[in-house]
């Protein structure tokens, strides 16, 4: 039957493929991972390791990509936090009220509105970075002067005399030096060959007003 299809001799021969979908494998996009199955406490030390990381990066700013990856705004807020409470009540008032409120304020919006207004600077000239890739760099390299509040702030408990006041200044400068290096060593390539040191310049204003909030600190 049907062997006229075929001369003698030949067998007929169907060619192709056969394509069936995978029930259980999913693919392209599909298989990265989808953090709304992650467990909060998972979702929080992941979170928490980014920021550590940030943090090492600037003590260390070996290269210069690990905070324009991925940003972030916990880690500056942290600090930001930080210091706005070691900072808060350093002011006398004429009627001896201390509540501290004012202060807080006033370092929270200095840290905020300067970073703010650095960004801005770097765009205007030029800068190829976003909005918020800078102020995630210039709030982690906060850190260094942080650190050099708390270690004053430790010294404060001691008998304060004139050796200390220069230990706490070359402490302080030692942070803002330390946050100008790692901010330019992050920022610098960002901005046009021939504009650097107009970027640079609010930076380093920037840093130094918030190390010399740090100098002037001097209640515990």
């Not at 700013?61 to 350093?90: F, H, N, V, Y």
């Amino acid at each position: 039957m049907f062997s006229w299809m075929y001369p003698a001799g030949d067998v007929g021969v169907v060619e192709g493929e056969m394509n069936i979908p995978s029930q259980g494998a999913p693919s392209g996009d599909a298989m990265e991972f989808n953090t709304l199955d992650e467990p909060i406490k998972e979702t929080f030390m992941r979170d928490l390791r980014a920021v550590g990381n940030k943090f090492y990066h600037v003590l260390i700013p070996r290269e210069k990509t690990s905070l324009l990856k991925e940003w972030d705004l916990w880690g500056p807020l942290l600090l930001c936090t930080l210091m706005a409470t070691i900072l808060q009540g350093s002011t006398q008032r004429a009627d001896n009220s201390n509540d501290g409120g004012p202060e807080f304020a006033e370092v929270f919006v200095l840290v905020w509105i300067g970073a703010a207004i650095v960004t801005i600077n770097s765009k205007l000239l030029g800068g190829n970075i976003s909005f918020f890739q800078s102020v995630c760099v210039l709030g982690y390299c906060l850190f260094p002067v942080a650190l050099a509040l708390v270690v004053c702030r430790l010294i404060l408990f001691a008998t304060q005399t004139t050796f200390l006041f220069f230990l706490r200044l070359i402490i302080s400068m030692t942070g803002f030096v330390w946050a100008t290096f790692a901010a330019t060593k992050f920022l610098g390539d960002s901005q046009p060959p021939g504009k650097k040191a107009l970027a640079v310049y609010p930076i380093c204003l920037f840093y130094f007003i918030l190390s010399w909030l740090v100098v002037s600190h001097s209640n515990v």
